[in-house]
Structures are given as structure tokens and as C-alpha cells.
């Protein structure tokens, strides 16, 4: 079946340092949208691209998909201790628009 | 605006009782509606998945179940409930489409079977 696979893990970075999470898919995505968990809560709604080797930026955070559409990346320059969290990619699946394949996340802590 | 409701929060339960976990959607029509579980420290286990009333896809062979009674209501249960079912459960709602459209997830409820 379809799988995501996002690396890595943990990172441990010191504020300021730069931070990037990798998600990659054994077949081609529909799209690929980016979550981010806060410790307890729930995960919340980042960004979704849509077209290959498709560029956007929030602020920090920078997000790209790749030209054959199977992975993706989330680079934070300049890290904030509020930035602390775990980052999930979601992938879209080609043929079934109602379904989503999590990535494991990456748990980002950061030391002030 | 559109808001997703989970409830309870929490939830202890002894090893073989009955669960029930609700979750509403308001401010939206016809809604796509998710379950998840999140073990601890862990990714997102997509549970079940219902595109209209009554209609829901079940995606790993489980203890559990979903029904879908009305539109906007999608409601998780088991009848006995096993050590392994523990976990952080998200519901999630997003729109119909011809694409994938974002998810916006409930606050969760963590379960503890003792």
C-alpha cells in the first residue's frame, strides 16, 4: 500500500539554527499538505502544494514538492522556541481524494 | 465559521467496557470525516473515513468501529475495549471536493485502559 515516510524522527536544534524535515512517497501524490502539532494539542493546518516542484514560503518556513510529486520538505531558518513541535506531512492520494497518508512526523525541540 | 467538537477529553476505562467517542461539525455541509489514532509520541493512524451518512471506510482491521448517523455527527466505538485500543483519538473534518482539501482536526480525546 501507500506510504509516507518522513525523516527524521527528533531534532534537536539550538534557537537560531535552521531545521528541515524530509517526506517521501513510494508512488506519486496528488498533493501534499504540512501540519504542525503542538505538544498536547491537536495538529493544525499549514500549507498544502498542489503543483510539481512547486515553492511556498510563510514567513520562516519554506515549503517545497518535488518535480515528480513523491516527496516533499519543510525548512525553518532561524528557529524560535515557538517553533517547538512536531511537523507531519500529509500526502493526497491520486485516486482517492478523500483519503490522506500521514507521515510519522518529526519532533522539533528547541533550546533557547 | 466552521468548528469541530470532541468530546470527552479525556477518558479512563477498564479493560473490556464499552466506548463511545463523539465527535459534531458545525458551520459545514456534507463533510469528509476522519478518525485517527495517535499512539504516544508517535504518527497518525488513520482509522475510518465517511464521505456521506452511513457510508465509512475502514482502514486497518481493528476493535473498533464508526457510524455516521447523521451529516455532520461521526461518532467511535468499541464494544470491548482491549489494552491496545490506548491512545490520543482525533476526529477531522474537510470539505468534498474533486481534490484533496486540507483536514482541520477536533482537540482529541486521550484514552487510558487500565
Known amino acids: 500500500g501507500q506510504q509516507v515516510m518522513q525523516i527524521p524522527q527528533y531534532q534537536h536544534v539550538q534557537e537560531g539554527e535552521d531545521f528541515t524535515t524530509y517526506c517521501n512517497s513510494s508512488?506519486?501524490?496528488?498533493?501534499i499538505q504540512w501540519y504542525k502539532q503542538r505538544p498536547g494539542g491537536h495538529p493544525v493546518f499549514l500549507i498544502q502544494?498542489?503543483?510539481?516542484?512547486e515553492v511556498k514560503k510563510q514567513k520562516r518556513l519554506t515549503f517545497q514538492f518535488g518535480e515528480a510529486k513523491k516527496n516533499s520538505s519543510l525548512h525553518i531558518t532561524a528557529t524560535q522556541t515557538t517553533d517547538v513541535g512536531t511537523y507531519f506531512c500529509?500526502?493526497?492520494?491520486?485516486?482517492?481524494?478523500?483519503?490522506?497518508?500521514f507521515g510519522s512526523g518529526t519532533k522539533l525541540n528547541v533550546k533557547p | 465559521s466552521q468548528t469541530i467538537h470532541q468530546w470527552p477529553a479525556t477518558l479512563v476505562q477498564p479493560v473490556g467496557s464499552p466506548l463511545s467517542l463523539e465527535c459534531t461539525v458545525e458551520?459545514?455541509?456534507?463533510?469528509?470525516l476522519y478518525w485517527y489514532r495517535q499512539a504516544a509520541g508517535r504518527g497518525l493512524q488513520l482509522l475510518f473515513y465517511?464521505?456521506?451518512?452511513?457510508?465509512i471506510s475502514s482502514e486497518v482491521p481493528q476493535n473498533l468501529s464508526a457510524s455516521r448517523p447523521q451529516d455532520r455527527q461521526f461518532i467511535l466505538s468499541s464494544k470491548k475495549l482491549l489494552l491496545s485500543d490506548s491512545g490520543f483519538y482525533l476526529c477531522?473534518?474537510?470539505?468534498?471536493?474533486?481534490?484533496?482539501?486540507?483536514?482541520?482536526f477536533g482537540d482529541g480525546t486521550r484514552l487510558s485502559i487500565l
Open positions: 508512488t506519486t501524490l496528488s498533493n
Open positions: 500529509a500526502g493526497g492520494g491520486l485516486y482517492n481524494f478523500n483519503k490522506f497518508y
Open positions: 458551520g459545514t455541509s456534507n463533510p469528509n
Open positions: 465517511s464521505v456521506g451518512i452511513g457510508q
Open positions: 502544494l498542489v503543483k510539481s516542484g
Open positions: 477531522a473534518w474537510s470539505v468534498q471536493g474533486f481534490s484533496n482539501q486540507p483536514q482541520h
